[in-house]
């Protein structure tokens, strides 16, 4: 950057003097508070403010934060509950801010420097004073934001005992999250759960932490280490407006720790059941009153949890155990035969016993322990860096660098062994308390990543000897029609008996994962990533993403936002993922614009919030997302907020949506960006397989438009705030109605988009679709669109009770409800949450150094429908706990920490695996 622009830029983002200043986010900006108890001590040094920070009952309270206020000056306290500040008093006194989850926030004027505060914070539980930054895009308190909001604390985090940090913000009310493997998390609000969170949000100081190629956010594999988490804030419902695609149920927004503000050197380790270990290293430094830098790193691992669950998938056309075989849920790769006329081979001496025509023989694929082959370790590792600058005390630089990568299980259409996948990402951002200009870039990769399902069907197809052309497949289902046809025919079986020896035999053919040959073939498609031959993933794109934002005072209750973004995909896959066959990497962008304009009325009671937002994509229309919002306190400290929205939102299809092309031989994935696709069903209206001359063709027909944007209307209410002085409650109800779901779907069409004839139809079948010299249809997967509404509504109650610093209670209740009523018989909504769902917890500090906390939560049973299978959910229940005991000398906490501490049986997502109990032991080291 040249000098010349950097001057530019200062100046553009400098506040005006004449106006005043309001406080940069995310700093603290609190409205005033109880007058601080002060001790005043001899002439300090001139521009020097310290002292001490304690309990009322004097126990120093460390990490509590200080700020001047209006500016990105500030620090926090360390273990003695001690801080440091240079501040000049050239321009007049000073307003110092003293702000510690629980206590009161304490504003402070300061006439001169002084340099032995002793500030007293007095006990809260109703958080009157603590702030948010993401419902708005700006600083305000979080009692009066215009829509359901939660915060979880850096203490509260700390006392997260779950392997991921996003599987303990289930504790929450309206949360729902689904445990694909140890790591690989998903979240989401108000229903529509699935295993990829495509429709939350998830961010890093406003940097999306999804894999552009992808679109998904791999939990918090590759995000930020806890050490380094500020708080973590969630927006419930549609955020569109201010956030633009794919904010379609909410946002999570992870505030990393300004390295101005904590300084020092943090260590985390922990060890436990599963083979867990744990590290984390965070160190700040400011090097002057403008420059500091801080560095982060993670190192985890464990032994995952397996999925085992061999139940008959809904898409299995015969039941478990069926003497024909079926489809099991977490067997993969299982390879179907419809015996029909069309295999006889006479030639060959081949012929298909006729009682076996219609009938469709399933070859048992292999179990997930099978295929991952010992590799049971979930991996996480990460590092980071940042520097930052600040040019005045209202105008900060900051620049970062991002790495990470891990192992775990993901779940999708399939399974996926995911080893080594992560992303590097880069920021650069010019900050004040006016607006921001902000860069990023992220680039994602695969390691040695591999589909379950693709690896055992592929091995099922492989030669049954090296050189051979009779591959496992033929000689399973060739074996089971010749055992079938001797049982009737020589032995005089009845057809079930028949049955039952065919399978025998035709399972004593197959390839055993105990065989030497299995390694062999594994490791084959494995480190093979060509479509329809390996099971390697290959994938390497990039997003690169600019943003602005300015904050303007129109007058005393007046404020105005105005912000824009672009986004850029470079999306690569050397022609194995997508459609970028020719060497260059396929472009796609979309770009918006929004603003949000703020009015207080009624002596401030009364807040009134208009926001939109246009985008436009290159592969779709234009969308337009407004959100309007009232909020309405009543009270002497404003303790009642009653609040009121309505909002809509979308999310565009995901880059495999628009661009995919995969060919995997036996079927092919495409993406749907052009002109849409017309061809035949696998089953027609009745459930019945196409068979020629008995069931007619026409009745099969299916037409596929090109995509378009999912899209949400939400009406919300609510009411948050202090109905007594120590009792703080959080209640929402809200009503969606979805249009243009996006879903996936297979089907018989020509490459093109144009229906086959139906002599091409039956030339293909034969070949399964596989011989493009009988016939140009192929057996084709694309995403489309549900026209069928749905309808949601669904609603909230959390409480907490402060009794005192020893025992906080905390409880939620949470209710989704599916409105069937207009649904067609056997719509698939993929609604996928529980109707009811409640937590009861406790948390406190005792003995002064001796912190705890516990969570129970209950989850209703409920119908799933995710891409790998559909099924019930059975209804489970997990108890958490936490101990942190403080040696304040040493600067240590020792840690126990527990996660589903009786091993309920604990399945959260059809087709993932029993999440069981992991306890650990730690000790947490924190120096400034």
């Given at each position: 950057?040249?000098?010349?622009?950097?001057?530019?830029?200062?100046?553009?983002?400098?506040?005006?003097?004449?106006?005043?200043?309001?406080?940069?986010?995310?700093?603290?900006?609190?409205?005033?508070?109880?007058?601080?108890?002060?001790?005043?001590?001899?002439?300090?040094?001139?521009?020097?403010?310290?002292?001490?920070?304690?309990?009322?009952?004097?126990?120093?309270?460390?990490?509590?934060?200080?700020?001047?206020?209006?500016?990105?000056?500030?620090?926090?306290?360390?273990?003695?509950?001690?801080?440091?500040?240079?501040?000049?008093?050239?321009?007049?006194?000073?307003?110092?801010?003293?702000?510690?989850?629980?206590?009161?926030?304490?504003?402070?004027?300061?006439?001169?420097?002084?340099?032995?505060?002793?500030?007293?914070?007095?006990?809260?539980?109703?958080?009157?004073?603590?702030?948010?930054?993401?419902?708005?895009?700006?600083?305000?308190?979080?009692?009066?934001?215009?829509?359901?909001?939660?915060?979880?604390?850096?203490?509260?985090?700390?006392?997260?005992?779950?392997?991921?940090?996003?599987?303990?913000?289930?504790?929450?009310?309206?949360?729902?999250?689904?445990?694909?493997?140890?790591?690989?998390?998903?979240?989401?609000?108000?229903?529509?759960?699935?295993?990829?969170?495509?429709?939350?949000?998830?961010?890093?100081?406003?940097?999306?932490?999804?894999?552009?190629?992808?679109?998904?956010?791999?939990?918090?594999?590759?995000?930020?280490?806890?050490?380094?988490?500020?708080?973590?804030?969630?927006?419930?419902?549609?955020?569109?407006?201010?956030?633009?695609?794919?904010?379609?149920?909410?946002?999570?927004?992870?505030?990393?720790?300004?390295?101005?503000?904590?300084?020092?050197?943090?260590?985390?380790?922990?060890?436990?059941?599963?083979?867990?270990?744990?590290?984390?290293?965070?160190?700040?430094?400011?090097?002057?009153?403008?420059?500091?830098?801080?560095?982060?790193?993670?190192?985890?691992?464990?032994?995952?949890?397996?999925?085992?669950?061999?139940?008959?998938?809904?898409?299995?056309?015969?039941?478990?155990?069926?003497?024909?075989?079926?489809?099991?849920?977490?067997?993969?790769?299982?390879?179907?035969?419809?015996?029909?006329?069309?295999?006889?081979?006479?030639?060959?001496?081949?012929?298909?016993?006729?009682?076996?025509?219609?009938?469709?023989?399933?070859?048992?694929?292999?179990?997930?322990?099978?295929?991952?082959?010992?590799?049971?370790?979930?991996?996480?590792?990460?590092?980071?860096?940042?520097?930052?600058?600040?040019?005045?005390?209202?105008?900060?630089?900051?620049v970062e660098a991002k790495r990470g990568e891990g192992t775990a299980t993901y779940q999708n259409l399939s399974r996926f062994r995911v080893k080594g996948l992560g992303t590097n990402q880069y920021r650069a951002e010019l900050k004040s308390s006016k607006g921001f200009i902000r860069l990023y870039s992220?680039?994602?990769?695969?390691?040695?990543?591999?589909?379950?399902?693709?690896?055992?069907?592929?091995?099922?197809?492989?030669?049954?000897?090296?050189?051979?052309?009779?591959?496992?497949?033929?000689?399973?289902?060739?074996?089971?029609?010749?055992?079938?046809?001797?049982?009737?025919?020589?032995?005089?079986?009845?057809?079930?008996?028949?049955?039952?020896?065919?399978?025998?035999?035709?399972?004593?053919?197959?390839?055993?994962?105990?065989?030497?040959?299995?390694?062999?073939?594994?490791?084959?498609?494995?480190?093979?990533?060509?479509?329809?031959?390996?099971?390697?993933?290959?994938?390497?794109?990039?997003?690169?993403?600019?943003?602005?934002?300015?904050?303007?005072?129109?007058?005393?209750?007046?404020?105005?936002?105005?912000?824009?973004?672009?986004?850029?995909?470079?999306?690569?896959?050397?022609?194995?993922?997508?459609?970028?066959?020719?060497?260059?990497?396929?472009?796609?962008?979309?770009?918006?614009?929004?603003?949000?304009?703020?009015?207080?009325?009624?002596?401030?009671?009364?807040?009134?919030?208009?926001?939109?937002?246009?985008?436009?994509?290159?592969?779709?229309?234009?969308?337009?997302?407004?959100?309007?919002?009232?909020?309405?306190?009543?009270?002497?400290?404003?303790?009642?907020?009653?609040?009121?929205?309505?909002?809509?939102?979308?999310?565009?299809?995901?880059?495999?949506?628009?661009?995919?092309?995969?060919?995997?031989?036996?079927?092919?994935?495409?993406?749907?960006?052009?002109?849409?696709?017309?061809?035949?069903?696998?089953?027609?209206?009745?459930?019945?397989?196409?068979?020629?001359?008995?069931?007619?063709?026409?009745?099969?027909?299916?037409?596929?438009?090109?995509?378009?944007?999912?899209?949400?209307?939400?009406?919300?209410?609510?009411?948050?705030?202090?109905?007594?002085?120590?009792?703080?409650?959080?209640?929402?109800?809200?009503?969606?109605?979805?249009?243009?779901?996006?879903?996936?779907?297979?089907?018989?069409?020509?490459?093109?988009?144009?229906?086959?004839?139906?002599?091409?139809?039956?030339?293909?079948?034969?070949?399964?679709?596989?011989?493009?010299?009988?016939?140009?249809?192929?057996?084709?997967?694309?995403?489309?669109?549900?026209?069928?509404?749905?309808?949601?509504?669904?609603?909230?109650?959390?409480?907490?009770?402060?009794?005192?610093?020893?025992?906080?209670?905390?409880?939620?209740?949470?209710?989704?409800?599916?409105?069937?009523?207009?649904?067609?018989?056997?719509?698939?909504?993929?609604?996928?949450?529980?109707?009811?769902?409640?937590?009861?917890?406790?948390?406190?500090?005792?003995?002064?150094?001796?912190?705890?906390?516990?969570?129970?939560?209950?989850?209703?049973?409920?119908?799933?429908?995710?891409?790998?299978?559909?099924?019930?959910?059975?209804?489970?229940?997990?108890?958490?706990?936490?101990?942190?005991?403080?040696?304040?000398?040493?600067?240590?906490?020792?840690?126990?920490?527990?996660?589903?501490?009786?091993?309920?049986?604990?399945?959260?997502?059809?087709?993932?695996?029993?999440?069981?109990?992991?306890?650990?032991?730690?000790?947490?080291?924190?120096?400034?």
């Amino acid at each position: 950057m040249s000098k010349i622009y950097a001057a530019l830029l200062v100046t553009a983002l400098a506040p005006a003097t004449a106006l005043a200043t309001p406080t940069p986010g995310p700093l603290p900006h609190y409205p005033k508070a109880k007058a601080a108890k002060i001790r005043r001590m001899p002439e300090p040094v001139e521009g020097h403010i310290g002292g001490a920070i304690t309990t009322n009952a004097g126990d120093p309270l460390p990490g509590a934060t200080v700020f001047i206020k209006g500016t990105y000056i500030g620090t926090s306290t360390n273990q003695d509950g001690h801080f440091d500040l240079t501040r000049s008093f050239a321009n007049g006194p000073v307003e110092l801010v003293v702000a510690y989850v629980g206590y009161e926030t304490q504003t402070i004027l300061l006439q001169k420097p002084e340099d032995q505060l002793n500030v007293a914070m007095v006990p809260s539980a109703t958080m009157l004073s603590e702030t948010v930054v993401s419902a708005s895009r700006v600083e305000e308190n979080i009692m009066r934001a215009p829509v359901t909001i939660d915060k979880v604390s850096a203490k509260q985090v700390e006392r997260i005992s779950t392997p991921e940090v996003l599987s303990g913000l289930g504790n929450l009310a309206g949360i729902d999250v689904s445990s694909a493997s140890m790591l690989f998390t998903s979240i989401s609000t108000r229903g529509f759960n699935t295993a990829k969170s495509e429709r939350v949000i998830q961010l890093v100081d406003y940097m999306d932490t999804a894999l552009p190629s992808l679109n998904l956010s791999p939990g918090n594999l590759v995000g930020i280490p806890e050490l380094d988490m500020e708080s973590i804030e969630i927006v419930h419902g549609p955020a569109s407006a201010l956030y633009g695609s794919n904010a379609l149920s909410g946002v999570v927004l992870f505030n990393s720790k300004d390295p101005f503000v904590y300084e020092g050197l943090s260590l985390r380790l922990r060890g436990g059941q599963r083979n867990l270990l744990d590290g984390q290293l965070r160190y700040a430094k400011k090097l002057s009153e403008k420059l500091a830098f801080k560095i982060n790193g993670s190192v985890f691992q464990a032994n995952d949890w397996i999925a085992n669950n061999y139940e008959a998938n809904n898409t299995s056309l015969n039941p478990a155990n069926s003497p024909l075989g079926y489809d099991a849920v977490n067997r993969y790769g299982e390879i179907s035969n419809l015996y029909t006329p069309y295999q006889n081979q006479p030639a060959a001496g081949y012929i298909v016993n006729q009682e076996l025509y219609g009938k469709t023989v399933y070859m048992p694929g292999f179990t997930e322990q099978e295929l991952i082959a010992g590799d049971q370790k979930t991996k996480s590792y990460r590092v980071q860096g940042a520097v930052s600058y600040l040019f005045n005390s209202d105008l900060k630089l900051t620049v970062e660098a991002k790495r990470g990568e891990g192992t775990a299980t993901y779940q999708n259409l399939s399974r996926f062994r995911v080893k080594g996948l992560g992303t590097n990402q880069y920021r650069a951002e010019l900050k004040s308390s006016k607006g921001f200009i902000r860069l990023y870039s992220t680039q994602d990769f695969t390691g040695s990543s591999y589909e379950l399902t693709q690896l055992s069907a592929r091995m099922l197809t492989l030669p049954t000897a090296e050189g051979g052309s009779l591959n496992y497949a033929q000689q399973y289902f060739g074996t089971y029609n010749q055992a079938y046809t001797q049982a009737r025919t020589t032995f005089g079986k009845t057809p079930a008996e028949a049955l039952a020896i065919a399978k025998t035999a035709a399972d004593a053919t197959q390839l055993k994962s105990t065989d030497p040959r299995y390694t062999v073939l594994r490791d084959q498609v494995v480190n093979d990533k060509r479509p329809g031959y390996g099971a390697q993933q290959n994938f390497s794109s990039y997003l690169n993403d600019a943003s602005a934002q300015h904050n303007f005072v129109l007058g005393h209750n007046t404020g105005l936002i105005v912000g824009g973004a672009y986004r850029q995909y470079r999306l690569g896959s050397d022609g194995f993922l997508f459609a970028d066959t020719n060497g260059e990497r396929i472009l796609n962008h979309e770009f918006g614009g929004y603003a949000q304009l703020t009015q207080t009325l009624l002596d401030d009671r009364l807040k009134l919030a208009f926001a939109g937002r246009v985008d436009a994509f290159k592969n779709f229309d234009p969308s337009f997302s407004p959100r309007v919002a009232a909020v309405y306190s009543v009270g002497e400290r404003k303790q009642h907020n009653f609040r009121a929205s309505y909002g809509q939102a979308f999310r565009s299809p995901s880059q495999t949506d628009q661009y995919l092309q995969s060919d995997q031989r036996s079927f092919i994935l495409l993406g749907n960006v052009g002109n849409g696709f017309q061809g035949y069903g696998l089953t027609n209206a009745q459930g019945q397989s196409y068979n020629p001359g008995v069931t007619p063709l026409a009745g099969f027909q299916v037409s596929f438009d090109k995509l378009r944007l999912e899209r949400v209307n939400t009406v919300e209410v609510g009411y948050k705030g202090a109905i007594l002085p120590n009792v703080y409650v959080d209640a929402s109800y809200f009503n969606s109605r979805y249009n243009d779901f996006i879903g996936g779907t297979a089907f018989i069409g020509n490459l093109d988009g144009s229906r086959p004839t139906e002599q091409q139809v039956n030339a293909g079948l034969p070949s399964g679709f596989t011989d493009s010299k009988a016939s140009p249809a192929r057996a084709i997967f694309v995403s489309y669109n549900f026209a069928q509404e749905v309808r949601t509504q669904g609603a909230t109650f959390a409480l907490t009770y402060y009794l005192n610093r020893a025992l906080n209670l905390t409880g939620n209740y949470s209710l989704n409800v599916l409105d069937r009523s207009n649904l067609p018989t056997g719509f698939r909504t993929f609604f996928n949450t529980p109707k009811h769902k409640f937590n009861l917890g406790a948390n406190g500090t005792v003995l002064k150094h001796l912190t705890y906390s516990a969570n129970y939560r209950w989850i209703e049973g409920h119908y799933q429908e995710m891409p790998l299978a559909a099924g019930q959910v059975h209804t489970y229940r997990t108890a958490d706990a936490y101990l942190g005991y403080t040696l304040p000398k040493i600067a240590t906490t020792l840690q126990l920490g527990g996660s589903n501490l009786f091993d309920d049986a604990n399945i959260q997502i059809i087709g993932g695996p029993q999440i069981g109990r992991l306890v650990y032991l730690g000790l947490l080291f924190n120096v400034k």
